[in-house]
């Protein structure tokens, strides 16, 4: 079931794509850490621990194509161009590194791409759709008990620089039911930065990026995240993940510091696209990723309702 919903409130345009399965356009490919970290230098604190993610592909350097995945039921177009996407968001920090190249030309680096993430806050929530439950236990949205439907945290552009790297400064993601704890993606090039987000062109990928169970255990065992308790989904049970690690959006992380998760953690991915293709994931069969029916009540349905007309200013709060 695919549906969409648009509403234009000043510069940002919010639209939703209930969308399920795969779509066959678009491209993901897996290089090496030295790619995404060139710029950093490791310490003894980062480099004593064990790095997830990691196939055959991705040590050998080489980029691989793959299909898109959905986009899943809580996008919001007109997200903000801004490196830090937080706007105040508690939880365990992530540094992400995504990489673009065009598998089309020997892999090289896609310089001026617009990669735009989003993902939910530690308790499952997504901005603009924060009346939706989560799943399990979990507190209001806000402490008083009322809804921020005009929020845009935890989304954000940035734009590809000369090797085709971007920088986000975020947080580890929650869960909500049924899915395991990922990250959404999509890949755009041709379009311009206009009032502080992004206009025009077309979606070359649209992804999901994934987290190591252990790790993902480890870090929901802290606050904020402990306060969300129920039945969480790992990645084999995941209805969009498909078990083939790095090349299926499996991030690699080190975390900060090697005896202490709560300081943080680095992840890095390359996508490697078709800058000549358009996916938007908004076809396909199989699992959209929202809540099922049976779900605790105000989860959203197959088609959730459009969020509340937002008048929050476009203005680019990275820092």
């Excluded at 540094?95 to 806050?121: K, M, N, Y």
């Excluded at 049976?294 to 709060?317: I, K, L, V, W």
Aim: hydrophobic share 30%.
């Amino acid at each position: 079931m695919t549906g969409t919903h648009r509403v234009k409130t000043f510069t940002r345009r919010r639209a939703i794509a209930v969308t399920s399965g795969a779509a066959a356009a678009g491209g993901i490919a897996i290089a090496g850490y030295q790619a995404a970290f060139a710029d950093e230098a490791t310490t003894a604190e980062t480099s004593g621990t064990s790095a997830t993610g990691t196939t055959s592909g991705a040590d050998s350097g080489t980029c691989v194509l793959m299909s898109s995945v959905t986009e899943g039921p809580y996008y919001l177009d007109g997200a903000l161009m801004r490196k830090d996407i937080t706007e105040g968001k508690s939880g365990v920090p992530l540094t992400l590194r995504i990489t673009v190249q065009d598998t089309t030309e020997s892999c090289a680096p896609v310089a001026g791409a617009a990669v735009e993430i989003w993902h939910c806050d530690a308790w499952g929530y997504y901005s603009g759709y924060t009346t939706a439950n989560p799943g399990g236990s979990a507190p209001a949205e806000s402490e008083d008990g009322s809804t921020a439907n005009d929020m845009t945290y935890l989304r954000g552009y940035q734009i590809a620089n000369a090797n085709g790297v971007v920088k986000f400064e975020t947080i580890f993601p929650g869960w909500y039911t049924p899915r395991t704890t990922h990250i959404h993606v999509k890949v755009h090039t041709g379009g311009e930065k206009e009032d502080g987000t992004y206009e025009g062109g077309k979606v070359n990928f649209t992804g999901q990026l994934f987290f190591d169970d252990d790790i993902a255990a480890e870090v929901q065992s802290l606050e904020p995240y402990s306060k969300h308790t129920g039945s969480y989904t790992k990645l084999d049970n995941d209805m969009v993940y498909d078990g083939g690690g790095s090349s299926s959006g499996l991030l690699t992380l080190t975390p900060v510091h090697k005896k202490d998760p709560s300081k943080g953690y680095k992840g890095y991915i390359t996508l490697g696209i078709d800058p000549d293709a358009e996916n938007t994931g908004a076809g396909g069969g199989g699992g959209g990723g929202t809540p099922p029916g049976d779900a605790p009540s105000g989860a959203p349905s197959d088609a959730p309702s459009a969020p509340a007309s937002s008048t929050a200013s476009s203005t680019d709060s990275s820092s």
